[in-house]
């Protein structure tokens, strides 16, 4: 049985290639898609891909994957605000693979805070699109050694 992967897509995030490409790339949320369902198809995944503009939508998809092997989440503006996100994710018992296209670092003062970070399994930022294969492959590795052990 193929291992079950979500990866959800927070607020704004649908307009990837025209919203600020200067920080987030020129790359569209389709095309990341399509190069994450190329990386799971090779490697046996069963892929969900999300996206969702409101902060209940992606909650309830959150709660949906709980069920899958591992999650890949860009909360996006969520990340700094959402208590209610925060707690969606510590309710998940598979790892959870938190990313980000920038270095939200290397960003203005209010992005330095994350409400999501301490219930995650782990976090990539600022590999832009290709942070989302990165993630997947963390994300198998972290599915393979469970899986093992």
Known sequence: MPARVAILNGPNLNLLGEREPEVYGR????????????????????????QTNSEGGLIDLVQDARAADGIVINPA??????VALRDALAACSCPVIELHLSN??????????????????????????????????????LINTRQEG
Do not use: K, N, W
Not at 77 to 82: D, P, V
């Open 77 to 82: 503006g969520y990340t700094h605000t959402s």
């Open 104 to 141: 939200p670092a290397a960003r203005e003062e209010f992005r330095h805070s994350s409400f999501t970070a301490p219930v995650v399994t782990g976090i990539i930022a600022g590999f832009g699109a290709d942070g989302y294969t990165m993630a997947l492959r963390a994300l198998l590795g």
């Open 27 to 50: 790359t569209t949320l389709a095309q990341i898609e399509s190069a994450c369902r190329a990386l799971a198809d090779r490697e046996g995944l069963d892929l969900t891909f999300a």
